[in-house]
Nanobody, 123 residues
Framework: QVHLVESGGGLVQAGGSLRLSCAASGRTFSSHAMGWFRQAPGKEREFVAAISWSGGTTHYADSVKGRFTISRDNAKNMVYLQMDSLKPEDTAAYYC????????????????WGQGTQVTVSS
């Protein structure tokens, strides 16, 4: 069982930056791939970024590539999402997710979810 808690969301102007954090419980964190997803009002939850259990492999949605960076610290059971050059269309609730696997990209594959943190980007 993995318990996830996100933090770091807030209100930022377009062009600004935020760093989301996800704290994970459990002794098997390093055996889990991690992902960030987001959901805007009236829209389906969508993939943002994923990182393999070692941190050696990452993947990004085209909409955030070059602006967002996912990273993890297995010693601290933490995953991060650095978001730069934010746009109003990045406004959404952001969710951290985990799956006991090397690397996953699909929403349906993830087993554990945090409660979400709101990111609002003003124009």
């Amino acid at each position: 069982q993995v318990h996830l808690v996100e933090s770091g969301g807030g209100l930022v102007q377009a062009g600004g930056s935020l760093r989301l954090s996800c704290a994970a419980s459990g002794r098997t964190f390093s055996s889990h791939a991690m992902g960030w997803f987001r959901q805007a009002p009236g829209k389906e939850r969508e993939f943002v970024a994923a990182i393999s259990w070692s941190g050696g492999t990452t993947h990004y949605a085209d909409s955030v590539k070059g602006r967002f960076t996912i990273s993890r610290d297995n010693a601290k059971n933490m995953v991060y999402l650095q978001m730069d050059s934010l746009k109003p269309e990045d406004t959404a609730a952001y969710y951290c997710a985990a799956v006991r696997s090397w690397f996953k990209l699909q929403y349906e594959d993830y087993e554990y979810w945090g409660q979400g943190t709101q990111v609002t980007v003003s124009s």
